[in-house]
């Protein structure tokens, strides 16, 4: 996957209390596939002192994998940095890296694969995230975060069961 970034308007109303979502779809096209889409909830606007008139972007950027990430011989990873932004009516940019409340990501990580885990690191610390979601049909790895950095896709390379060994035909979006 190559490095994508996706731009939404804060309404002139503020953000709606249902929140607000940037998407990201593949070469622009609402009828192609979704790359990504962040929900932020009008409470993390709040907190992220979010305006009208202000923009919010999101992007993805294929990352390599943290040094130390350990993977059994089973498994494959790919890396995200993702980051979530405030752009003024400037152009300028504030960094949203915590944004106070939790919120959802959409990212579109690849069909078919197996035993899907994203791996969250920031200052040189790896947690496991929970409440991961993933749908094999349409690729897409959903979780809630109050944190924007590193992430990383963990998927099964082959299924194990007895002594029969089958080897998994996902299709990663790396």
Not at 66 to 89: E, R
Not at 97 to 113: C, D, F, I, R
């Amino acid at each position: 996957m190559a490095a994508f970034r996706a731009v939404a308007n804060v309404p002139e109303d503020g953000v709606p209390a249902e929140g607000m979502e940037i998407i990201k779809y593949e070469n622009d096209d609402t009828n192609a596939q979704q790359l990504a889409k962040v929900i932020i909830p009008s409470t993390t606007a709040t907190s992220a002192a979010l305006e009208a008139g202000d923009k919010v972007a999101v992007s993805v950027i294929p990352a390599p994998v943290p040094n130390g990430f350990t993977l059994s011989d089973d498994q494959a990873a790919f890396n995200y940095d993702v980051k979530l932004v405030k752009v003024d009516s400037n152009n300028a940019e504030t960094p949203i890296a915590s944004p106070g409340k939790p919120v959802t990501v959409e990212l579109t990580v690849g069909k078919g694969l197996s035993g899907v885990k994203i791996f969250h690191t920031s200052g040189g610390i790896t947690t496991e995230v929970s409440g991961v979601s993933y749908d094999p049909s349409t690729g897409i790895a959903t979780f809630k975060t109050e944190s924007f950095s590193d992430y990383t896709v963990v998927y099964r390379t082959k299924e194990v069961t007895g002594d029969i060994v089958v080897t998994v035909d996902g299709e990663p979006n790396r």
